[in-house]
């Protein structure tokens, strides 16, 4: 079974620069998440999907983040300015539904923002 | 509001010995899970062992068992017979199971070298 797949792996980009990041879940899974992970912190959620509706995004900056996931199946994840904070891991994962114990993680996206 | 405190940034321990990673939490809700998770340098997430409120025995996974203790709120990860590949970050992780909002909280880590 192939396992959560994220791209780019490594993003740098200048401030105030727009940036994307993909994330493709494992098949059949309903639920994805989109967690921001700062050096030295635990992963914090910025988003999750039930399908194509949004469950929760009390914690996504809205005037620069955003988030869709198409057809129930794939994500983008968009930040547009980007700023210094925004430094962070870029993980993605799913679940086959919001209750099951287990979410499988991506390998994540690292982004530096300069 | 649920959150999770991991009190030791960082441990070391013997191969082939035991150890104990402390999780501490807090919520109001009466149902819950509690995860630990493994991230390796290679940055994914690996999920370990999954404990719900209402079990009422610990959970085990093989070497990792967590011991929960309902009442001082604490939720430890005990690895038995450590190995070299266990040296990685882990985190402790919970999340309120009495709604529709299954969301993860995680503590900040606790980085674990396993020496030879």
């Known amino acids: 079974e192939a396992g959560v797949a994220q791209s780019p792996r490594y993003k740098i980009i200048e401030k ?9 879940p494992i098949s059949g899974h309903a639920t994805l998440y989109w967690y921001q992970q700062i050096l030295g912190q635990g992963p914090k959620l910025l988003i999750q999907f039930q399908n194509n509706g949004v469950v929760d995004d009390s914690q996504l900056p809205k005037d620069r983040f955003s988030a869709e996931r198409l057809k129930g199946v794939d994500s983008t994840l968009k930040i547009q300015p980007a700023k210094l904070e925004d430094s962070a891991v870029y993980l993605c994962a799913s679940s086959l539904v919001s209750q099951t114990p287990e979410a499988f993680f991506g390998q994540g996206t690292r982004l530096t923002v300069v | 509001a649920q959150k999770i405190t991991q009190t030791q940034p960082g441990m070391f321990v013997q191969e082939k010995e035991a150890v104990t990673l402390d999780c501490t ?22 999920f370990l062992i999954y404990q719900g409120s209402y079990d009422q025995q610990n959970a085990t996974e093989g ?35 009495g709604g529709s909002n299954y969301k993860l909280t995680f503590g900040k880590g606790t980085l674990l070298t396993v020496n030879p």
Do not use: H
């Not at chain 1, 105030?16 to 493709?24: K, L, M, T």
């Open chain 2, 63 to 97: 070497r990792y068992s967590l011991n929960f203790q309902k009442a001082r709120k604490s939720a430890n990860l005990v690895i038995s017979a450590s190995q070299l590949g266990d040296s990685a970050m882990y985190f402790c992780a919970m999340r309120e199971e």
């Open chain 1, 16 to 24: 105030r620069q727009s940036v994307a990041f993909w994330c493709n």
């Open chain 2, 25 to 46: 939490y807090d919520t109001s809700d009466p149902s819950y899970g509690l995860f630990w998770y493994k991230q390796p340098s290679s940055g994914e997430m690996i």
